[in-house]
Nanobody, 116 residues
């Protein structure tokens, strides 16, 4: 069955870094655009970054541009989110998402907490 499993979340101090991973299985990963979204308590889910099937085209929310980098390894069926210069407001549950035409899959999320 389709699975998206996020990992790499945790507690980090402001200014620190984390690298999230999302391992995919059960579908043709290389045919799907991938994205990372996040949701903080009491707030709507926010799209953070997207990457096309080949990894050549990326887009970022203004709030993370210049600090976060999305990448993918189609040989490993994995998408990554490198997060640098983390801020308190980056605290949220981070979800990966796979999209292709009408198909969309979501992972269960990984908690990122930025706190001093």
């Amino acid at each position: 069955q389709v699975q998206l499993v996020e990992s790499g979340g945790g507690l980090v101090q402001p200014g620190g870094s984390l690298r999230l991973s999302c391992a995919a299985s059960g579908f043709t990963f290389s045919s799907y655009a991938m994205s990372w979204s996040r949701q903080a308590p009491g707030r709507e889910r926010e799209l953070v970054a997207t990457i096309d099937t080949l990894g050549g085209i990326t887009h970022y929310a203004d709030s993370v541009k210049g600090r976060f980098t999305i990448s993918r390894d189609n040989a490993k069926n994995t998408v990554y989110l490198q997060m640098n210069s983390l801020k308190l407001e980056d605290t949220a549950v981070y979800f990966c998402n796979a999209r292709r035409l009408r198909d969309a899959y979501w992972g269960q999320g990984t908690q990122v907490t930025v706190s001093s």
